[in-house]
């Protein structure tokens, strides 16, 4: 696998290090030793999946807050979008800036890992996009937090205006800071 780590420190683009013949190609797209090399969190304890029908569905931004703070493993297994993430930690040089990248299934099979302490949210760019997350903590319903997905605290440039979007990620209030409700 291929690590890349983004501007936001301890998060990752993941590439597939893919080994070709006539067949087509085989590689990895977890491997415990190699996230615990990159000093990544390497527990996985459950994963989910969301299908989207509509081109310019948005979901996030969304995290959960201490002590059920979670690391996820995203990957678009169908279709591709516009994948973002946020730095929520108040210690961190990067606090409250952002960093967005196109996922998709076909090329790049990319990947992002999201660290303990940051939002997660992505844009469909496809209709019938559907999205696979590996995390490190379970749901905690009472932990699940969010903001607005156009906060002019962050400024995400979004590549498309949302088409869909849930009435719970819609009326999400912008972040509150200092020192975030991580």
Partial sequence: MIFTEIKLGGAFVVEIEKLEDRRGFFGRTWCRREFEAHGLNP????????????????????????????????????????????????????????????????????????PEGFAHGFLTLEEHTEVLYQMSEFYAPGAARGFRWNDPSFGIEWPEAPRVISDRDGEYPDFTAPGGPV
């Fill in 43 to 114: 527990q996985l304890v459950q994963c989910s999946v969301s299908f989207n029908t509509s081109k310019c569905t948005l979901r996030g931004m969304h995290y959960q807050s201490a002590p059920y703070r979670e690391a996820k493993l995203v990957r678009c297994t169908s279709g591709s979008l516009y994948d973002v993430v946020v730095d929520l930690r108040p210690e961190s040089p990067t606090f409250m800036e952002y960093f967005g990248a196109v996922l998709e299934s076909r090329d790049k099979r990319n990947t992002i890992y999201v």
